[in-house]
């Protein structure tokens, strides 16, 4: 059986310590305060709704380049990989998706490749939707070498409200496409760095979805 066929729990470890936390706490309060107990058990709810993983079906393409995150594409331009990677700078085309609290926040890969770097830097918390939080916020990269050399670079980018950027990769790990490599604790947005005379198959405002949606294709 495949990575991407592999059945997994339909929401996500990391959040059934958060659930538990307000579970608790909601039955603790609830003789005392009936309110803050209710607001409490909807906090539950909506933790293990924010955390839930569904299966997709990746168009297994090595010409096509799909989308790591759900959510809203917020900009497209080009740009410079941020300059903590050890790699040499070159101008690339950069499809950034911003996902709100509601999203599915499993991040997954747009291409199949081969892990060369994960670099963390720290950073401010502004509004992830911002042009400027692809340089001034919390982040990591992943540089991703596929079979024909070309390198794609995911900037997972923390939010407003976001704390925590987890990866579930290490180094060397080949990636299948589609396959799940990290998350990002509540909103947040993802950078995909790609190449200058790849071909753009979507536009700023389309909704799309990760390990599904076709951002770019090769040429």
């Not at 759900?70 to 410079?80: P, R």
């Not at 990002?184 to 950078?191: A, E, L, M």
Request: charged residues 20%.
């Amino acid at each position: 059986m495949s990575k991407l066929n592999t059945k997994r729990p339909f929401i996500h470890p990391e959040g059934w310590k958060f659930a538990a936390i307000f579970f608790v706490i909601s039955v603790s309060v609830y003789p005392f305060f009936i309110t803050l107990s209710v607001i409490g058990f909807m906090l539950t709810i909506f933790t293990l709704w924010f955390f839930r993983d569904p299966e997709r079906n990746t168009p297994q393409d090595s010409n096509l380049i799909i989308s790591s995150a759900d959510g809203k594409v917020c900009l497209i331009d080009e740009a410079y990989p941020p300059e903590e990677l050890p790699i040499e700078p070159q101008k690339m085309k950069r499809i950034c998706v911003f996902m709100n609290v509601f999203n599915v926040h499993v991040n997954r890969s747009p291409v199949q490749g081969n892990v060369d770097h994960i670099v963390y830097k720290e950073g401010k918390f502004l509004n992830a939707s911002l042009d400027k939080a692809s340089d001034k916020n919390e982040r990591s990269s992943l540089v991703l070498n596929t079979q024909n050399g070309t390198k794609i670079i995911v900037v997972q980018i923390a939010g407003l409200i976001a704390r925590r950027i987890l990866g579930f990769i290490s180094l060397n790990h080949n990636l299948a496409q589609g396959e799940r490599f990290g998350l990002i604790r509540f909103g947040s947005r993802v950078d995909i760095y790609i190449p200058i005379d790849a071909i753009i198959k979507c536009k700023v405002g389309d909704k799309v979805t990760a390990g599904e949606s076709v951002l770019a294709s090769f040429q």
